[in-house]
């Protein structure tokens, strides 16, 4: 056969299977996914979706126009080279291509806690979002903060329960973080760094230090892993997150199989380290990739990564990747309404995260793609566009 088998039918499922039509594949395209619905897109779901101003996020894509084989609500449960597994048969293959995501982390013994992934986890939410309604939200991340702000807009009493130091300690150091903490507090929100949950009851949350915590409702949003536990015994190698390993045009270590989206793990020759990098545009870009990959193209994946969040009224985004010994220059100060942190190795700009500062991320985007070196005395000034030494 050569049929093309896509499994995952999300952003990058669906980007992918796109343009291998739109590059002039041929063969049959199937588009597998275990959700009952189209593909859809997942950054509204914490915004408009919660918030209720929008309902669904369907891609707006004619499938069979397109001639690609949609199949929901089907599971893949494990993979043989030249065959995938499901929930309702076996599937031959030609080539395929993983793209299942990544799963939300659940916090062990909370049964009753709310995830959001999926638009089904986004209308139960907003349904119990209600005025007056006490909500504890596990981890000041991307999507805690995100439904903090509904939350608070929708008239809900907000607590926000964060093991680390400050928001969003994975992805930021201390000194960034803690400068969205005032955030939190204009908007209402009770955030609580630095604590630890111990169990969650009906109730209430209870945290290590004793304190308790009245809770209608908690929701959880400490990160997510790659959904590849399907790929157990198949011979495509993952890394010890369970990232599916691939070079730097989407290949897994199984002839014939590529990979693309939240749950790969890539070479990015630009970072000088392996890359996992769970947004949309990301998403988006690698779908597209492996799609050229299969139709023998040449070109590596190694755009600069970028994502952004919307919170507390602000507009926060991040172009690069910094790592722990970059040099750190601000661009305005922490407490001004708009502000920029810029971050630099050898002069070389490596990462930049504006607030309410779009043009910054767009210039720094391209000063990233171009590896330029910055004057830090002129890219410290808000007032000069930034550009390169
Ligand atoms: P997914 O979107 O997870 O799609 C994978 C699909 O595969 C899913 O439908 C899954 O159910 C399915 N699947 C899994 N296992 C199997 C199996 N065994 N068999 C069949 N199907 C399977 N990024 C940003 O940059 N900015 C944002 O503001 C932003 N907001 C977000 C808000 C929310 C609430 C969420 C959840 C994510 C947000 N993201 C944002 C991240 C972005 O949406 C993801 O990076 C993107 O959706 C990843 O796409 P994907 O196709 O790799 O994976």
Request: net charge negative.
């Amino acid at each position: 056969t050569d049929t093309v088998v896509v499994v995952g039918a999300g952003l990058a499922g669906a980007r992918c299977a796109g343009a291998l039509r739109a590059g002039g594949l041929r063969s049959r395209i199937v588009l597998l996914g275990d959700e009952p619905h189209a593909p859809y897109d997942r950054p509204p779901l914490s915004k408009d979706v919660l918030l209720g101003k929008a309902d669904a996020t369907t891609l707006d894509i004619d499938w069979a126009h397109l001639g690609v084989d949609l199949v929901t609500g089907r599971r893949a449960t494990a993979l043989e080279p030249g065959v995938l597994h499901t929930d309702a048969g076996e599937l031959p293959y030609g080539s395929l291509v993983i793209a299942t995501g990544a799963a939300p982390v659940a916090l062990p013994g909370a049964d009753r806690a709310h995830l959001l992934r999926t638009v089904d986890d986004a209308l139960a939410l907003r349904a119990l979002l209600r005025p007056g309604a006490r909500i504890v939200l596990v981890g000041a991340g991307w999507i805690g903060a995100e439904t903090a702000t509904v939350a608070r807009a929708l008239g809900c009493e907000v607590t926000v329960v964060e093991a680390g130091p400050t928001p969003v300690p994975g992805a930021l150091p201390a000194r960034v973080g803690a400068a969205m903490t005032a955030w939190y507090r204009e908007a209402g929100v009770d955030l609580r760094c630095g604590a630890v949950v111990a169990s969650v009851g009906p109730h209430e949350v209870l945290l290590a230090d004793g304190t308790r915590l009245a809770a209608d409702e908690v929701v959880v949003g400490v990160g997510a892993r790659p959904a590849t536990g399907w790929l157990a015994g198949s011979g495509v190698a993952l890394d010890a997150a369970g990232a599916v390993l691939v070079d730097e045009r989407l290949r897994t270590s199984l002839p014939g199989v590529l990979a693309a989206g939240d749950c790969v793990s890539y070479p990015s020759a630009r970072s000088g380290t392996r890359l996992s990098v769970q947004h949309w545009d990301h998403a988006l870009q690698s779908g597209a990739a492996a799609a050229a990959s299969l139709l023998g193209l040449e070109t590596p994946y190694d755009p600069v990564p970028y994502f952004w969040s919307e919170q507390f009224g602000r507009m926060v985004q991040y172009a690069g990747r910094h790592t722990d010994g970059d040099d750190l220059l601000w661009r305005g100060a922490p407490g001004d309404p708009a502000w920029t942190v810029l971050w630099l190795r050898d002069g070389r700009l490596r990462a930049l995260l504006a607030v309410d500062r779009p043009r910054d991320l767009t210039q720094g985007r391209r000063l990233l793609e171009r590896g330029a070196v910055l004057d830090p005395a002129r890219a410290a000034d808000q007032a000069v566009p930034l550009k390169a030494a």
